[in-house]
C-alpha cells in the first residue's frame, strides 16, 4: 500500500505492506537509523519518536497507521546546525555511554520539555519511565535533561560550534 | 563527589586552559550518538544483503526426528534453508566452546534447551525470513528435562550430552582453591559457625541492542567480512580460522558500535556461524539479528550459583576462615568464557576484603537442559558470586552475634600495611585501603543517624533497612603465563603512529561497548604525550586495522589496554627524545620532559615539541643511529598480576508491612578504581553497575518451570530496572593507585555490578530484622519478601 | 526482530465505515485502536487477522463528556487523556490511582479505554475500574446500539461479548453524590501488570455510614469482577479499621489467585484482603475530605 507520512519535516511516500512497522519503515524504508528498537513487546522505549509532537512506541505503531501523521525522529532534533539543548544536556551531563537508547530518551524530554519547561525530577523520571536504559543508571539522564530545562533553545549556552552539520532530511526512495 | 586524593591538576591543560590528558572530559564519540548518527550492527546495509532468520527449539529436551524444509524453501522470498544436517556436510554442526567443551551451531541429534538453534533461513528481507520459519515441520520425541541443578547428579537423571562419547552423567568439572585441611581445624576451633544457602540465580546481561552479524563472503579471494556485536573480535577472528577453516588473514571481524555488552557480547553464537554459512552458500551478504526472546533465551545468561556458604569467628566478631561449596549450572553446554585454568573465574575471591586465617572452596559444574554460557553480565569472572556470596555471610556472622554490620568489618579489613597482601586462595592484591574507603561511605551515609532513625521507625513498625557492603574486585586479566582464552594468551597489543604535522592514532584490540574509550584511550595518550585528546584518533574494533588483544570483557580494557597504550606512548615518547636530541644537538640525556616538550636542561627555551618532533622524524633531520624515520610505535602488554579495585556501598531501603515492595531510598557508593582517567565517565561507569545491582537484587531473574520452558524469555517478564526504581546516586571515591600498572589504573566497568547486589540484599534482611529473617534469595520481589516475613522460602527453578 | 503474519489493512473513516468493514470482511477482520495489546500478540503469531480495521481516525469516539448524572467516556479516548482529566479525577478518583500504573507514559498515550477492555485481560486496571464504578457501555452494531452492564462485557479472560461484527463505542460512569473511589496496585516495577490490584467506589449516607460500596480486585481470579460478600458485609455500617478488616477478609476468601512468577498464591490472597482495606480506608478519607471542602 501507499503511505505518506511527514518526517522531520519533510513529505515522504512510499510503497510498503500494511504489516510494516513503523519503525522497519523509518529505518530499512527511509534509511533513519538512528531510531533504534530494542525488544518486541513495547517494554523498552529505544523505539520512540514524536508522532504529531506525542512520543509513541514506534515498534508498536504501523507504518500505516502512522500515515498522514507527522514523524520526528533523532535526525529531526537539530535544525540549522544547531542542536537541540537536549542533544547539548546529554553531551554535559554524560546522558549516554553505548548510545543505544538515547534517540528515544531525547525525543521523550524533547516532548517533555515542549510541555512543562522546567518539570521536577519526579516529572522528568516518571516520562522517562517506559524507556529503559542499561548503561547510565538514570540519574545522568534526569541531570541532562535538567540541563536542557535550563538551557532552552535561543539562549547562548545551547548554541553549538558551527561545525555542526546541518542535518539532512530523508532521502524518499522511488 | 568527595575526594581525599585528588591527581594534581595538570599544569599544561591550566596554562591552556582546555583539558589535555587525565579529567573530566566531554566525551569524542557523543557527537555522532546524540544526532542518531551511530553505526550500530543492524544500521550495516549491503548491496544485495539477505536476511536470516533461526528457527529455535521448544522444548527443553527432545530427540530430533525430523526436519521438513521443503514448503520454506519453496517460499517465493527464501534463498536457503540451513539445517544441521547440512552443517555436518561442512563439519560445523559442532563447534569448540571456550571453555573445552563443544556446543551445536544447528541441532543435529537432541534439543538440550528450550530457545535452541535448529535450522536458518535465509530470505530476501527480514520478513520474508520470519514467514519461513512457519513453514518449516520438525518432528521432536520430548525427553525428560533437567532442570534442578541438585539433581543433575542424581544416579537416575537423564544424561543431556549424549554426544559426548562415554558420558553417563551431567557432570562437568570439580575445582578447588584454598587448603582445605587447614580451613576445616579453623573451623573445628572456631567459637562460631554460621552458615547459609545462597542462591545466586540466573540473570541475563541483556544490552538494550541483542546480537547480530552480517556475513560477506568474496568468493573470489575467498575472504570473509564479518560485522559482529563483539566485544572481542580479535579472539572471534581466530576462533572462525579455527572452526571455520578459513585461513586466518582472510578474515576480517569489524564490531561497529555496540549498543551494550555486559557480557553478553563475548562469545560466538549459532546465529553468526550461520550468517557465514548463509553467505558462503548464497554468495550475498547475510545479515542475521536476534529479537529480543531469542537474545534472552539462547544467548550467555549470568550467574546460576547455588552456594552454601560458612564462617568461623571469634564471639567478638574476628573472622577466622571461609568455606563454600558451590554447584554451578552451566546450561547445555560448557561456553562460559573464562581463562581455561579456571572453570569457576576468579570465584577465589569469595575471601572477600578480609585478613583470614583459612579459606576453602569447591565448586562443581554440571549440565542442565538450559541455555548455555555463562560468565556474562559484568561480573569480573565469577568475582560477583563471590563477592555476594561472602558479604552476605558476613551479614549473617553480624547477625548472630549482634555486631553492627559495618563494624565487623571494620575489624577484619585487611590493613593497608599488609599489602601486597597474599591471600588464602593463592592470589596477591596489589594494593588497598579499606578503612579509608569505609569511613568515607558512612560518612557520606551519615551511617549513625541512619541506625537512629531506623530504630524510631522501627519503634513505629515502620521497616527500614540499611546495607553494608564491601567488595575487593579482581580484574585485568592476564598475566599472559597463567591466563588464556581458548590457548590466546590475556595479553594486548596497541600501536601509535604520530603523524608529521602532530596528530595521532592510536590502535586498540579492545572494543568499546558504551565505555567511551575513543575519549579514555585519547586521554591516556594525551597525558603521556601532551598531544590534545582531540588530535589524537582512536581506531578499534575493525580487525584488519588493529593489534591483537583478547577484548573487552572482566574490565580488563583499561587494566590490559590501558598499560599498553601508556606503555606504546612512552615507547614513542623514548623515541622522541633521542630525535628531538638530534635535532637540537645534543644528548638524549640532557634533554627534560615537559607535557608535550623535551627541551635543554638548563636552557628551557631550546626546546621541540612533539609536534615539531614529529615533523622532524618524517622530514630530512639526521637521525640517530638505529632510528627509524617515524614517530611510531608497537606494544603488547602483558600485565604482571590482576588489580584489585574496591569500594564501601551502603543501600538504604523501605519496606512497606503490609504489601513487602521494597523502594530504595539511597545508595551511596565510594570506589577506589585507583588512577581515575576521567571521573565523568568513571562516575558513569558506576551508575550502570549500581542499577544492575538494583534490578538483580530486586526484580531479574531468568527461572524456568518444571518442563524447562523459561519465564524470563521477554521484558515482559525479564525486568530491568527503569528510571523509577533507582535512586539518585551518591558516589564518592578515594585513590589507591596500583603499584604495578603503568599509570596506577585498576579499572571500574564491573565493580558496582559486583558489590551493589548484597549491598541491597543486606539491606532489604536488615530491614526484616523485626521478623527474624536472616536471608533471602534474589530477587527481593514482594512477593518473596513477604513470604519471607512469614518465614517461608520461595523456591527458583526447583531449587 | 519479530513481525507480524501478512494482513490487509482498511483505514475506516466513520464508525458505519469501520462496521461496515467489519461486516464486509467477517469473522478475520480485527479492529486496531492504540494497538498496544494487539500488534505485540500479532508478532507473537498468537492473533492472526487477516484484515485490521483501523479506527484512530473517528475522532468523534475520543471524547470525556459530562452529562446529567453520567460520564460519558468515547471508546477511542486515550489513556493519557483520563489520566490527566481533571473532570475525571474530580469525580472518579481511582481512575487517575489507576492509570498511572497502566503501562508507562508512551505506551498511554496510544492505548486506548475501548482497546483494554475489550482485550479482557484479567490483570488489566481499567476492567476493575469499569466493574467498581458499574459502567454501562454502548455497542454498536450493524443492526444499531445496544448497552451491557460491565459484569456482562467480559465472557472469560480475553473474550467478550462485543461480537465480531460490532464496536465498543463508550462507556458511561454514573456520577453519584457523596461518592468517592480509590485504586492501588502492587507490581513487581513500574509498568508491569498487576500482581494483585484492588479498587473501590463508595457511597456515603446521612449518617455518616457507607450506603453503597463496590469494591473489585484485578488478577485474582474474582468472580463477576466484584467482592459481593465483602461488599454486603459493610454497607449499611459505619466505617472503620474493623469493618475494613472485615471486608478484607471476606474480599481475600472469595477470590481465586494462581501463583506465578509475580507472586504465590498465598501472597496474592494476602494483598486482595491488604488492599480491600487501603482502597476502602482512601476512598472514605477522599469523601469525607470533599464533603469537608464543601462545608
Known sequence: MKITMTVNGDSVTSEAEPRVLLVHFLRDVLGLTGTHWGCDTSNCGLCAVLMDGVPVKSCTVLAAMASGHEIRTVEGLATGGTLDPVQQGFMEEHGLQCGFCTPGMMLTARALLDKNPDPDEDTIREAISGQICRCTGYATIVRSIKWAAAHPAGSSQAETPAETPAEETAEVPA | ???????????????????????????????????????????????????????????????????????????????????????????????????????????????????????????????????????????????????????????????????????????????????????????????????????????????????????????????????????????????????????????????????????????????????????????????????????????????????????????????????????????????????????????????????????????????????????????????????????????????????????????????PEQFPYQNKTGWEYDSGEYERAMRMAMDMAGYDELRREQAEKRERGELMGIGVTFFTETVGAGPRKHMDIVGLGMADGAELRVHPTGKAVVRLSVQSQGQGHETTFAQIVSEEIGIPPEDIEVVHGDTDNTPFGLGTYGSRSTPVSGGAVAMVTRKVRDKARLIAAAMLETRPEDLEWEKGRFFVKGDPSQGKTIAEIAMGAHGTVTLPEGVDGNLDAEVTYDPPNLTFPFGAYICVVDIDPGTGVVKVRRFIAVDDCGTRINEMIIEGQVHGGLTDGVGMALMEIIDFDEDGNCLGGSFMDYLIPTAMEVPDWETGHTVTPSPHHPIGAKGIGESATVGSPSAVVNAVVDALQPYGVVHIDMPCTPSRVWEAMQGRHVPTAGV | MQIPAAFEYARAESLDHALQLLAEHGEEARVIAGGHSLLPMMKLRLANPEWLIDINDLADLDYITEEGDTLRIGALTRHVSLLESDAVAGLFPLVRDAEKTIADPLVRNRGTIGGSLCQADPAEDLSTVCHVLRTELVIRGPNGERTVPMRELHRGPYETSVEQNEILTEIRWPIRPRSSSAYTKVERRVGDWATTAAGACLTMGDAGQIEDVVIGLTAVGLDGGTATRAEDAIRGQQPGEELYAEAGRLAAEDCNPVGDQRGTEAYKRHLADELTQRVLRKAVERVNSTAAARS
Not at chain 2, 544424561?159 to 580451613?183: K, M, P, Q, S
Not at chain 2, 576451633?189 to 560477506?216: K, L, S
Not at chain 2, 552456594?307 to 577466622?320: P, Q, R, S, Y
Open chain 2, 1 to 415: 563527589m568527595t575526594a581525599i586524593e585528588e591527581r594534581p591538576a595538570n599544569p599544561a591543560a591550566a596554562a591552556e586552559n582546555r583539558p589535555i590528558g587525565f579529567g573530566r572530559l566531554q566525551r569524542k564519540e557523543d557527537p555522532r550518538f546524540i544526532r542518531g548518527k551511530g553505526h550500530y550492527l543492524d544500521d550495516v546495509v549491503l548491496p544485495g544483503m539477505l536476511h536470516g532468520a533461526m528457527l529455535r527449539s521448544p522444548y527443553a529436551h527432545a530427540k530430533l526426528i525430523s526436519i521438513d524444509t521443503s514448503a520454506a524453501l519453496a517460499h517465493p522470498g527464501v534463498h536457503a534453508v540451513i539445517t544441521g544436517k547440512d552443517l555436518e556436510g561442512l563439519n560445523l554442526a559442532w563447534a569448540p566452546t571456550l571453555s573445552a567443551d563443544v556446543m551445536a551451531i544447528l541441532a543435529t541429534d537432541k534439543v538440550r534447551f528450550q530457545g535452541q538453534e535448529v535450522a536458518f533461513v535465509v530470505a530476501d528481507d527480514r520478513y520474508s525470513a520470519r514467514d519461513a520459519l512457519e513453514l518449516i515441520d520438525v518432528e521432536y520425541e520430548a525427553l525428560p528435562p533437567v532442570i534442578n541443578a541438585r539433581k543433575a547428579l542424581d544416579a537416575d537423571a537423564p544424561v543431556i550430552r549424549t554426544d559426548l562419547e562415554g558420558r553417563t552423567d551431567n557432570h562437568i568439572f570439580d575445582w578447588e582453591a584454598g587448603d582445605a585441611a587447614e580451613t576445616d581445624a579453623v573451623f573445628a576451633r572456631a567459637d562460631v559457625v554460621v552458615t547459609e544457602d545462597i542462591v545466586y540465580p540466573r540473570v541475563h546481561p541483556a544490552p538494550m541492542e541483542t546480537c547480530g552479524a552480517v556475513a560477506d563472503y568474496d568468493p573470489i579471494d575467498g575472504k570473509l567480512t564479518l560485522w559482529e556485536t563483539t566485544q572481542a573480535p580479535h579472539a572471534h577472528r581466530t576462533l572462525y580460522a579455527i572452526v571455520a577453516g578459513i585461513p586466518e588473514h582472510k578474515i576480517r571481524v569489524i564490531s561497529p558500535d555496540i549498543g551494550g555488552g555486559f557480557g553478553n557480547k563475548v562469545g560466538i553464537y549459532p546465529g553468526y556461524v550461520c550468517a557465514v554459512v548463509g553467505s558462503i552458500v548464497t554468495g550475498k551478504p547475510v545479515k542475521w539479528v536476534e529479537d529480543r526472546s531469542e537474545n534472552l533465551m539462547s544467548t550467555s545468561f549470568a550467574r546460576d550459583y547455588l552456594m552454601h556458604g560458612e564462617v568461623a569467628a571469634t564471639n567478638d566478631g574476628k573472622i577466622l576462615a571461609v568455606r563454600t561449596t558451590v554447584l554451578a549450572d552451566h546450561g547445555a553446554f560448557n561456553a562460559t568464557a573464562q581463562p581455561t585454568k579456571y572453570p569457576a573465574g576468579f570465584f577465589h575471591i569469595f575471601t572477600g576484603s578480609y585478613d583470614l586465617e583459612a579459606a576453602h572452596c569447591k565448586v562443581t559444574g554440571v549440565y542442565t537442559n538450559k541455555a548455555p554460557g555463562g560468565v556474562a553480565y559484568a561480573c569480573s569472572f565469577r568475582v560477583t558470586e563471590a563477592v555476594y556470596l561472602v558479604e552476605r555471610m558476613v551479614d549473617v556472622l553480624a547477625l548472630k552475634l549482634g555486631i553492627d554490620p559495618a563494624e565487623i568489618r571494620l575489624k577484619n579489613f585487611i590493613k
